[in-house]
């Protein structure tokens, strides 16, 4: 059973950084390109990073590039999004995603908030 869990979200103050994680289990990781979306209230989830089963390509969502990071450790089936210079239109849940056999799968979403 392909499962997805969010951890690492917080408060925040602009400027500030968070690392967020994915932990996966239930399909053979290494092997699946691997996303990470947002959705802030009352708006629709929008995506954020993507990267490569091997890791060497990685895509962004223009509202984030430059700031954002997204790796993965094949060895522990764990994705990241490093979030650095983080503003107040930050402020989402966020979710990683992964496509298996043409199912998406999502996980619950860890909450990030930037204020003062």
């Known amino acids: 059973q392909v499962q997805l869990v969010e951890s690492g979200g917080g408060l925040v103050q602009p400027g500030g950084s968070l690392r967020l994680s994915c932990a996966a289990s239930g399909f053979t990781f290494s092997s699946y390109f691997m996303n990470w979306y947002r959705q802030a209230p009352g708006k629709e989830r929008n995506f954020v990073a993507a990267?490569?089963?091997?890791?060497?390509?990685?895509n962004y969502a223009d509202s984030v590039k430059g700031r954002f990071t997204i790796s993965r450790d094949n060895a522990k089936n764990t994705v990241y999004l490093q979030m650095n210079s983080l503003i107040p239109e930050d402020t989402a849940v966020y979710y990683c995603k992964v496509i298996v056999r043409g199912s998406a799968y999502w996980g619950q979403g860890t909450q990030v908030t930037v204020s003062s």
């Open positions: 990267i490569a089963a091997n890791g060497g390509t990685t």
